[in-house]
T-cell receptor
Framework: GENVEQHPSTLSVQEGDSAVIKCTYS??????FPWYKQELGKGPQLIID?????GEKKDQRIAVTLNKTAKHFSLHITETQPEDSAVYFC???????????FGTGTRLQVTL | DTEVTQTPKHLVMGMTNKKSLKCEQH?????MYWYKQKAKKPPELMFV???????INESVPSRFSPECPNSSLLNLHLHALQPEDSALYLC?????????????FGDGTRLSIL
């Protein structure tokens, strides 16, 4: 089955700096890659996603890149703000059975 | 605010109790999911319903019994749970019954087993 690795497990940045979280996947059949943000006491919130026919997608301060050859994808957050502090999960979906495989999560802390 | 509503938000129950978790969505989604999330871990898939039919059961113990009464509602019936079942139970929905669709999560029910 699919295996998704996520790094780093914790990330601390100063407000205004950029943050990058990286994920690798094992199943070359995976073709959909969502990113979720989970704040304390809340459920995961979909923040951006990318499909395998696209190399990069951007939404305001958030961008995701995908390298199918290397089987890795990354989340980039620019101009970080304290409200970006949360746990971020990447995930991969092969599209055959509605099953998302999640990474282990990255705890992002944005300090003032 | 999330568009997937879960009730109750918190539940404490004994090992001999029977209780139910409820989930509702009004986005017209036809796939609904139950996940279990332990502290500092990613969500783990338990069940998938596609067009109100159970399509995936990830070898979940029978003390967890899902039910999908209609396309908007999803229940999880609990009976004779163990302390290790204490976790955050998340419901999600997606537009269709096949993969590659964005899943939208509720805020979960935090379950504690005494």
């Amino acid at each position: 089955g699919e295996n998704v690795e996520q790094h780093p497990s914790t990330l601390s940045v100063q407000e205004g700096d950029s943050a990058v979280i990286k994920c690798t996947y094992s199943d070359s059949a995976s073709n959909y890659f969502p990113w979720y943000k989970q704040e304390l006491g809340k459920g995961p919130q979909l923040i951006i996603d990318i499909r395998s026919n696209v190399g990069e997608k951007k939404d305001q301060r958030i961008a995701v890149t995908l390298n199918k050859t290397a089987k890795h994808f990354s989340l980039h957050i620019t101009e970080t703000q304290p409200e970006d502090s949360a746990v971020y999960f990447c995930a991969a979906d092969t599209g055959t059975a509605s099953k998302l495989t999640f990474g282990t999560g990255t705890r992002l802390q944005v300090t003032l | 605010d999330t568009e997937v509503t879960q009730t109750p938000k918190h539940l404490v129950m004994g090992m001999t109790n029977k209780k139910s978790l409820k989930c509702e969505q009004h986005m017209g989604h036809r796939a609904m999911y139950w996940y279990k999330q332990k502290a500092k871990k990613p969500p783990e898939l338990m069940f998938v319903y596609s067009y109100e039919k159970l399509s995936i059961n990830e070898s979940v113990p029978s003390r967890f019994s899902p039910e999908c009464p209609n396309s908007s509602l999803l229940n999880l019936h609990l009976h004779a749970l163990q302390p290790e079942d204490s976790a955050l139970y998340l419901c999600a929905s997606s537009p269709a019954g096949v993969g590659n669709q964005p899943q939208h999560f509720g805020d979960g029910t935090r379950l504690s087993i005494l």
